[in-house]
Each structure stands twice: as C-alpha cells, then as structure tokens.
C-alpha cells in the first residue's frame, strides 16, 4: 500500500481543511479530534507522509522518530497533562485493518481530561 496523498490529514497538513492547532513544529501538529472520545481527545500527526507507525518505524529519519516522540511529550505539556502534572495520559496508535485505523497517515490519538478507563473495550 502506498500513502494516499488525499487522505485527511494530508489534507489538514497542506491547510486545505482547518484544524484546531494545539501545537506544530518541524516534525509534528496537534490538533483536536473531530469526534473525542474524552474530555481531552487530540490528534499528535507526523509531518512526513507515513501511513502508519510501522511504515515510519521503517522508513522514517532518526531525526524525525525522535521528533514525534519528544512532539508528544510537548502537546502533553502544552494540555497540562503531562505525567509531572500527577495527571497523565493515554497514547494510542491504531495500525490497518485490526488495529482499527480508519485515517492511513501517521498519528497518535492522546486521551485524558479524564481517567480514560480499561485500555481494550
Ligand atoms: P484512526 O481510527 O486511528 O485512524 O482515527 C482517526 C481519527 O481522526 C478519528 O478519531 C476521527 O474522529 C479523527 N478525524 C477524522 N477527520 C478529522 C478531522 N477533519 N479533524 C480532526 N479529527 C478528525
């Protein structure tokens, strides 16, 4: 499978559809989930054009695998959520077709606002 240019968060990327930006940088952007599923429900995307971890696991730059990394770390900061804060997080990657991934670029949901509950419905 090759990565599919008009996807939407390729779209978001190019600013042909808005956003509600928390955080960009060169390696990622944040931005609000359109349908959250807790309090605190963003979207942590790579910048690059990677369909999913396993894709940017492979064939991503160092330098951009830390980026994404140290990116979500940053957004958490930014949220007032972050571990130091005592309240916290969860990150989640959905990968194809088990994985539930519905959106083929790259991104980790971040959930909090709230205790977000057993990791597996
Ligand atoms: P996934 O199933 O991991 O691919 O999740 C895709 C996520 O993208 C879902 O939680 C959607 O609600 C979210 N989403 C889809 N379109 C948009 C959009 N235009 N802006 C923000 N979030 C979106």
Redesign the pocket.
Known sequence: MSYDDNN?FAK?LRGE?P?KKIYEDEYVLS?????P?KKI?V?VISKGKYIDLDDFSSNASNDEIVGLIKGINKVAKKLGVSSDTGQGYRT?A?ISTFG????PHL?F?LLSGENVGKMTQ
């Open positions: 939407i978001i559809i956003c931005f609000h989930d359109v349908n599923q429900h979207l989640i959905n539930g991934q519905e959106v991104h949901h």
